[in-house]
């Protein structure tokens, strides 16, 4: 899955309701500035084995969260107008 093809609101969702723990947090927020795993494997200071096994836990929760009419609500009525607040 390339977490970096995603569109921002559809990266915000996931950040919201996803329930990363840290070092999914770190791992998704790395992805979607289009960080090879290998890369952040090095960044975060382990194995590319582990990288790989945090990388399907986050693809994991995403596949559970895209559910097209629920996450275009979200992006509706809470997304846009918080940043067109700002």
């Given at each position: 899955m390339k977490v970096y093809d995603f569109t921002e609101p559809e990266l915000a969702?996931?950040?919201?309701?996803?329930?990363?723990?840290?070092?999914e947090d770190i791992l998704f927020n790395l992805r979607k500035k289009n960080v090879p795993?290998?890369?952040?494997?090095?960044?975060m200071h382990c194995e590319m084995t582990t990288v790989k096994k945090v990388s399907r836990r986050v693809n994991k929760k995403i596949i559970?969260?895209?559910?097209?009419?629920?996450m275009e609500q979200w992006i509706d009525n809470v997304y846009?107008?918080?940043?067109?607040?700002?």
């Open positions: 969702y996931y950040s919201e309701f996803a329930n990363f723990s840290p070092q795993l290998e890369k952040c494997a090095e960044i559970q969260l895209t559910n097209t009419k629920r846009w107008p918080k940043i067109l607040k700002q």
